[in-house]
């Protein structure tokens, strides 16, 4: 099946013996099959928890507000035996650290079989031969020695192939890429790049990449969400993104790309400041305590979404004028 | 995995010598002669002179050990002083009752004890989980010779549901599974309290891992996140805690023999110490030491079997 993906609202608190952090609010997006959507923001934007809302995997202690609503499915409405339904079958999640993503002490083979628990309809040596294929595609070559491997025996790229073939064996709709490079070096990382880009040609799902890499998502996404302190702050296609960014946050966070100085610096530029308490959360626009551009209406109201274009949106009280 | 094997049987012949060299310091050590502690003061002095021979006690230390390896080695283990059998005999006849009485408390052990640790796992934070929790701690408190000795006045002589003393009629199979509960359920309920925490502990680290967020990612049932993907890994502690509490099963077989008049190891052990029978006390340690550096080996391939990463440490 693929169906577009919309997230309407959508709001995340976990309960803590601290108070209740409000990890995601009113976040909306939107993906249509066929789009690779890239989420980026700095560490503890929200990104983890948004990708793990849609991938139902929310710990217990989360509360859900808002909707996502994946084809004719509202998946924060389900009860947990049909989120367990979609996982692994509807939606597949790349996760981030290939070095322990996979069991330890169970064969690659064993466990790219029990995730195709779905699929009732084909036997053991029917989803071997599934694993041999995709194992291909993602350019594994001599797949029934790899299925006889333990993880460990094999490297981080290879493993972080095997997790994209495991994902891809379901016929995901929804395919979750989790910050897939970061624990990668730099050789593997533009390996995996490439890998992901040959499969989004045959693949029709949506593909959601999640990354602190700007770099990464310039080269893999069509549309970009920009994520601060749990709130989507700008929206748009790639390029609206990279050239024309209107969030002072975004603007920001392209000034401190190391990929884009074409010089040494003395030192490397940063936002100053950092990430608003999720506990406590000003009372107007997030970004306001570290905002250069910064004026009146700011850390008072929070700002209104600017449409800029069809598909740019901006949430900055200076994107008005 | 060859090479590990040959290395862990190396040093456990190295470790079956150390004990040995050990009681016989301790024995050696011991003030007193023993043949006047076995004979009683009014002795005469050839028949002291007679049983310290026979027992080997006039040769020096170092002497009485080799001479003591070199004979086990061609399956002599001395003979008893009192009745003159050999030793390996009476250690032949006794260790299959002790064997069955002790694999008998483990298997009950382990059966209760993982699917326990198991279900707490799965029921984390419930009311199961925490009585799970105050009832293993409670039974882990309660030494097994406590638990033999209430036992046995409530089951055998109050209730009189099971016998009191032996190890069943010869033959009869019945009255031997009857006889085995009691002695069986006083050393292993410790052992269940023991292996659902070890299990519980292990399982709850392991639920952490990155890899269970894998596995519940692709959907797969909890049931068998718990039972394959996670216990494979929890239950690897467990044994190893298992084996190296086997020394301390095989010694409440001693205290839990003495208590039901079970004959066995344990008995032999405690009988040929208070009579100073130092033959049967050292082909008994010697058998002793000999199971348990066994057992110890064979769970640590059994570790080397199920966990690829420590197979690989030692292939090479």
Redesign the interface.
């Known amino acids: 099946m693929t169906a577009s993906l919309t997230v309407e609202n959508l709001s995340v608190r976990y309960r803590t013996p601290h108070g209740s952090v409000h990890a995601l609010r009113h976040v909306n997006m939107e993906a249509r099959p066929g789009e690779v959507i890239g989420i980026v923001g700095e560490s503890g934007c929200g990104k983890s928890t948004l990708v793990t809302a849609l991938a139902n995997l929310l710990p217990a202690n989360a509360s859900v507000d808002g909707s996502i609503r994946y084809g004719a499915l509202d998946l924060t409405g389900l009860d947990e035996r049909h989120r367990r339904a979609l996982r692994g079958d509807e939606i597949a999640l790349v996760g981030q650290d290939p070095m322990t993503a996979f069991n330890p002490v169970l064969t690659i083979g064993d466990q790219l079989i029990d995730f195709q628990h779905h699929r009732k309809d084909i036997g053991r040596a029917d989803k071997k031969n599934r694993i041999a294929d995709m194992l291909a595609k993602v350019g594994i070559s001599d797949a029934d020695r790899r299925m006889a491997n333990y993880p460990h025996e094999l490297s981080g790229g290879m493993r972080q192939r095997v997790a994209i073939a495991a994902a891809l064996l379901t016929d995901p709709g929804l395919l979750i890429a989790d910050e897939p490079t970061t624990a990668l070096d730099v050789t593997m990382e533009a390996q995996i790049i490439h890998l992901l880009r040959e499969l989004r040609r045959e693949y029709n799902g949506v593909i959601i990449v999640v990354s602190h890499h700007l770099g990464v998502i310039a080269e893999l996404c069509d549309r970009v969400y920009v994520m601060y302190a749990g709130e989507v702050v700008e929206s748009g296609d790639v390029d609206a993104i990279f050239h024309d960014a209107r969030h002072p946050y975004t603007r920001a966070l392209l000034a401190c790309d190391p990929a884009r100085f074409h010089e040494r610096l003395e030192r490397l530029p940063t936002i100053p400041g950092s990430l608003p308490s999720l506990t406590q959360l000003p009372v107007g626009c997030v970004y306001a305590p570290r905002c250069a551009d910064c004026f009146e209406p700011c850390p008072v109201h929070p700002p209104p979404v600017v449409r800029l274009s069809a598909d740019h949106a901006v949430s900055c009280h200076g994107a008005r004028a | 995995m060859l090479t590990y094997a040959v290395k862990r049987i190396g040093l456990g012949l190295l470790i079956l010598v150390f004990v040995m060299v050990t009681m016989y310091a301790a024995v050696f050590l011991v003030p007193g002669d023993p043949a006047t502690v076995a004979l009683g003061p009014r002795a005469t002095p050839e028949l002291k002179r007679l049983l310290t021979e026979r027992m080997g006690l006039d040769q020096p230390v170092w002497w009485q050990i080799i001479e003591f390896f070199r004979n086990a080695l061609t399956g002599n283990l001395g003979y008893d002083v009192w009745s003159n059998r050999p030793v390996s005999t009476l250690v032949l006849e006794a260790l299959p009752n002790t064997l069955i009485l002790g694999t008998t408390a483990l298997m009950t052990a382990l059966i209760l004890g993982v699917p326990l640790g198991c279900l707490a796992v799965v029921k984390r934070g419930t009311l199961a989980d925490h009585l799970i929790g105050v009832l293993s701690v409670a039974v882990i408190a309660v030494p097994s010779f406590v638990v033999a000795i209430y036992s046995l006045l409530l089951f055998a002589v109050t209730l009189r549901w099971l016998p009191a003393i032996g190890a069943g009629e010869a033959g009869d199979i019945g009255s031997q599974v009857r006889a085995l509960i009691l002695p069986a359920l006083a050393i292993a309920l410790g052992w269940i309290g023991y292996i659902s925490r070890m299990v519980r502990a292990s399982m709850m680290e392991v639920m952490n891992?990155?890899?269970i967020?894998?596995?519940?990612?692709?959907?797969?049932?909890e049931w068998?996140i718990v039972s394959?993907?996670a216990l494979?890994?929890a239950i690897i502690p467990t044994i190893s805690l298992v084996a190296v509490g086997l020394g301390g099963i095989l010694s409440s077989a001693v205290f839990v023999e003495a208590v039901f008049s079970r004959p066995g190891i344990g008995k032999l052990i405690t009988d040929a110490v208070n009579t100073r029978n130092y033959p049967v006390v050292m082909g008994t340690v010697l058998m002793m030491t000999a199971i348990y550096v066994s057992i110890t080996i064979a769970a640590d391939l059994l570790i080397a079997r199920?966990?690829?990463?420590v197979r690989?440490v030692f292939r090479g």
Do not use: Q
């Open positions: 891992e990155p890899h967020r894998t596995a519940r990612s692709f959907g797969l049932p068998k394959k993907y494979r890994i199920l966990d690829p990463r690989d």
